[in-house]
């Protein structure tokens, strides 16, 4: 196998293996900064961090600080003379458009990704590409990853909001922890049957994507500067992890794993008025489970060569679990109606007298290091 004239193999520099559950992936990177940036994250939403062992696990190596032309692997790519174009001989590549575009090979139980673009790397497509063999391993396992958010309502209790996209799930986590409660999940949460009955709900590491009319609304993020946080290309959210988070508030966010006590149809409108709640008849239950919990999945495998189907009968078995074992609520709220995150966080603390006494919030500016600089 050939490369180009002045290629050379980058051995990675910088590495660890995460834990999660009973579930385990290696992630090696050949620059210290974006290791670091990502070990953070992944240890803020509870995943055990440690050094590579010499076992065989699944692995993701990151490459982004070399460039193009230092950044390829003799076993993975090659340019052919004449056309330049790169091909995988062994493994089906995927482009990722970014920016910066890489180029992803899958030689399982490998996963490569080579940054082809200069400038800083997409921090949340490498999160997603580390993680990926998680939720593989997750879900063989009979977890459940949901389209959701979920809150802490009360020590060893939570509340699982469920509503389908635009229906105000990132807005209630957002105003709940301002208004100090703890967060378990946006936009994902793991859950898992417990043993004599019930269903636990998880921090998942997912990243947090805040829309301008959430962050409008909202008095701590309303305040910060319009590049407090990185922001998506295509629509303009800001992606952050926990421990971004856990630095804007001056606290850690992520709650222990917890019992779901309650289940709430969510529905947030931004331009109505009005706070309502009222609990689901056992029909209702039902339905709003299958629609919003059996039907309303996240994406599963992608990568080629690396896919795998979701199993239908767990995902089943957490929505009867719910069913039988958690209160079920319907609230609607107006955004335009003062006060209306006030309105919820008390609901929320009625229901559940236990629920501790908020924390204070220190607010502190976000720090955006050149991620292609060393480690000091």
């Not at 998880?202 to 947090?208: D, E, K, L, R, S």
């Not at 009625?350 to 924390?359: E, G, M, N």
Request: hydrophobic share 40%.
């Amino acid at each position: 196998m050939t490369t180009p004239k002045g290629a050379r193999e980058v051995d990675p520099i910088a590495g660890f293996e995460i834990g999660y559950r009973d579930s385990r992936v290696r992630a090696e990177f050949d620059c210290p900064a974006v290791a670091e940036r990502l070990r953070g994250a992944f240890a803020a939403y509870g995943a055990r961090i440690g050094e590579p062992g010499r076992d065989t696990v699944p692995t993701v190596r990151i490459r982004t600080a070399g460039g193009l032309a230092t950044a390829l692997d003799r076993e993975d790519l090659k340019v052919p003379h004449g056309g330049g174009t790169l091909t995988c001989p062994r493994g089906l590549p995927l482009v990722h458009h970014g920016p910066p575009r890489s180029l992803v090979t899958v030689l399982q139980p490998r996963i490569c990704a080579v940054q082809l673009d200069a400038g800083d790397p997409h921090l949340p497509f490498l999160h997603y590409l580390v993680k990926y063999p998680l939720r593989r391993q997750i879900e063989r396992q009979g977890s459940v990853l949901a389209h959701s958010s979920a809150i802490e309502a009360a020590v060893g209790a939570s509340c699982l909001f469920l509503g389908r996209s635009g229906a105000g799930k990132t807005t209630a986590f957002v105003e709940l922890l301002t208004h100090g409660f703890r967060v378990l999940g946006n936009d994902a949460t793991l859950l898992t049957p417990l043993d004599g009955g019930g269903i636990e709900a998880a921090a998942w590491p997912h990243i947090v994507r805040i829309g301008h009319g959430t962050a409008a609304h909202n008095a701590v993020l309303r305040a910060l500067p319009a590049d407090w946080a990185r922001r998506n290309p295509k629509d303009g959210k800001a992606e952050v992890f926990f421990d971004d988070l856990d630095r804007l508030f001056g606290r850690p966010i992520a709650a222990p794993p917890s019992r779901i006590t309650t289940v709430v149809d969510l529905g947030i409108d931004i331009t109505s008025e009005g706070f309502a709640v009222r609990r689901l008849t056992e029909q209702e239950t039902v339905r709003f489970l299958r629609e919003r919990l059996v039907n309303d999945r996240l994406p599963t495998g992608w990568l080629p060569g690396w896919t795998w189907q979701e199993n239908r009968s767990a995902v089943r078995h957490v929505a009867d679990q719910l069913a039988a074992t958690a209160a079920i609520y319907q609230v609607r709220a107006g955004v335009a109606t003062p006060l209306w995150a006030d309105h919820l966080a008390d609901w929320m603390r009625a229901l559940h007298p236990s629920t501790p006494a908020p924390a204070p919030n220190q607010l502190l500016p976000l720090a955006h290091p050149d991620l292609h600089q060393p480690a000091a």
